[in-house]
């Protein structure tokens, strides 16, 4: 008993969030445990040392693996700390193996009995895996398979993505050990695991290795190429290895599942095809030597080698022109989204015209190419894009006008890309799939007139009808003849009227004045006034008897 009590104390000290009750038996998650243990401290970001100081005893095994783990990326500068590696990955064995012991206890669930045999024999496929037995690391790597998978099937969702991301991690190595045991065919699984972006951590350096060494036995039978109706001999071993795995990458691109593993691949792509390019300049140079010490005569005619160059840099520039055609179109469907928040910048036209100005200048390298200066029907092609990418280019200079509400410069660009656009259709009929891969430019065009339509409007109007960012503290009753899309009137704060309304000035009481008096003609009273004058005292009597009258 008392040792029953000691091991149940080992299997779980904290009983917080390690143990429970299930079908009155003792419980412990511990592929969760792991998980959650390792992004809390430390494998989140690489650093194994940290994670070495953990608090139990399952933990003890994880402590001795992450310090293997450590050991093993430094063992990358330092061989000699390999065998500590070995040492360290036997002991975490031990430990997963003393675990699985303790839970064979009758107290502890059926559950945490058969992860602690995944566990164990994950760990075990990790010791014969680094010591190269491969046919035993496969079995323990397999048995290890079964139990997560079986427990994948039995419980909730969120514990079946959690036991079906350890099977998709130990895959490749199940994989890579079928292919050094004889299995031919597992090699294109790692090489498809690769280009999904599995066979992460201690598996990619391996994945790497193995395919450039299956490049490399291919490579042997590999003698010469042919691009532009001309065989060039191919003699270096590094053109020969990237021209192999030309297609592969191609492929890769084509199935990446986002736009960030398709940025990765290409810079993959673009970086081989540079070193490639790098060993074939080196041996251009000995060439040149050679030429000088007039060890070959014929000094008109490009050189295989010289033609083999061009091929590469053909390569170059055209992955180039992809990337950058892939991030362009990226870019465009965001700058049709509306933009969730205002503080944060999204993308501008004046972004797609930087790639479309890359894009312009890989093209012109392209029609320099030793060798092709006579190839009338590849530089036909190379103009054609051209004039493609420039009607693109034009579009979104057009676009960044219209931001600043250059109404006038922006119909004149939009003019220039319908040329553009029907240059380009003109030009195709004569060459047959020249814009198979190129952007659909009758797009453009509906795109183009659509735009022209609104632009024209927004010109009469005196303001876009389409740019909702242009703040304007005018109020709804003082532009109800001008169309705008307001979002802030089905707001809170809705801007309808102006109060308190400005001060306006109104009539006061009118104050009369007799103006007509003074051009009024009255009649003359001459007459009257001498009556009176010549009458005197006796007028006056008469008038006051009434005589007068």
């Not at 080698?305 to 991030?327: A, D, G, P």
């Not at 049709?336 to 200048?361: M, V």
């Not at 890309?417 to 259709?425: N, R």
Request: aromatic share 8%; net charge neutral; hydrophobic share 35%.
């Amino acid at each position: 008993m008392a040792g029953d009590k000691q091991n149940e104390a080992k299997v779980s000290p904290t009983d917080e969030n390690k143990e429970n009750q299930s079908d009155g038996g003792l419980g412990l998650e511990i592929l969760q445990i792991i998980k959650e243990s390792q992004q809390q401290h430390g494998l989140r970001h690489g650093d194994y040392q940290r994670y070495r100081y953990l608090l139990l005893v399952l933990m003890e095994a994880e402590r001795a693996w992450s310090y293997a783990m450590q050991l093993k990326q430094e063992a990358n500068t330092e061989p000699r700390k390999r065998f500590h590696l070995l040492a360290r990955l036997r002991k975490a064995a031990k430990h997963s193996e003393k675990l699985e012991k303790l839970c064979e206890s009758h107290r502890v669930d059926a559950k945490t009995k058969l992860e602690a045999q995944a566990y164990t024999a994950y760990l075990t496929g990790m010791v014969e895996f680094e010591l190269q037995e491969w046919k035993r690391a496969m079995e323990a790597f397999n048995k290890c398979k079964t139990i997560y998978e079986k427990l994948a099937s039995a419980f909730t969702e969120e514990m079946a993505a959690l036991y079906r991301q350890r099977v998709d991690e130990i895959s490749p190595n199940i994989r890579y050990c079928a292919y050094n045991i004889g299995d031919q065919n597992a090699i294109n699984d790692l090489m498809q695991m690769r280009l999904t972006g599995g066979g992460g951590g201690m598996m990619a350096e391996k994945l790497e290795s193995l395919i450039t060494q299956a490049r490399t036995k291919q490579a042997a039978t590999m003698s010469e190429v042919e691009w532009r109706g001309r065989s060039v001999p191919v003699k270096i071993d590094k053109a020969r290895i990237f021209l192999l795995g030309l297609g592969d990458n191609e492929a890769a691109i084509a199935q990446a599942s986002n736009e960030e593993t398709k940025e990765h691949l290409y810079e993959t792509l673009l970086a081989e095809c540079r070193d490639t390019i790098q060993a074939v300049r080196e041996e251009l140079k000995s060439e040149a030597k050679q030429r000088e010490r007039g060890s070959e005569g014929d000094s008109g005619k490009v050189s295989n080698l010289q033609f083999l160059h061009s091929y590469l840099t053909y390569i170059k520039l055209c992955t180039l022109v992809k990337r950058n055609e892939s991030m362009a179109h990226t870019l465009q469907a965001k700058l049709k989204e509306p933009e969730a928040d205002e503080n944060k910048r999204g993308p501008r036209p004046q972004d797609l015209i930087r790639l479309y100005d890359i894009i312009l200048q890989s093209l012109a390298e392209l029609s320099t190419l030793q060798g092709l200066e006579d190839d009338h029907t590849f530089q036909k092609e190379v103009s054609l894009k051209t004039l493609v990418y420039k009607a693109y280019r034009c579009f979104f200079i057009a676009q960044s006008y219209v931001l600043v509400k250059k109404w006038s410069e922006a119909l004149v660009l939009y003019e220039r890309v319908l040329k553009y656009a029907k240059e380009v259709q003109s030009k195709a009929k004569n060459l047959n799939n020249s814009l198979k891969d190129l952007p659909d430019v009758q797009e453009l065009i509906a795109e183009v007139n659509a735009e022209k339509y609104s632009l024209q409007a927004a010109a009469i109007l005196g303001e876009s009808t389409f740019s909702t960012q242009v703040k304007d503290n005018t109020p709804l009753c003082d532009r109800l003849e001008t169309f705008r899309l307001d979002s802030t009137l089905v707001g809170k704060q809705p801007n309808l009227v102006q109060f308190p309304p400005d001060f306006q000035p109104i009539p006061c009481k009118p104050l009369f004045f007799d103006l007509a008096l003074n051009h009024v003609a009255f009649p003359p009273l001459d007459d009257k006034v001498e009556q009176k004058g010549k009458g005197g005292l006796t007028g006056y009597i008469k008038g006051i008897f009434g005589f007068g009258s």
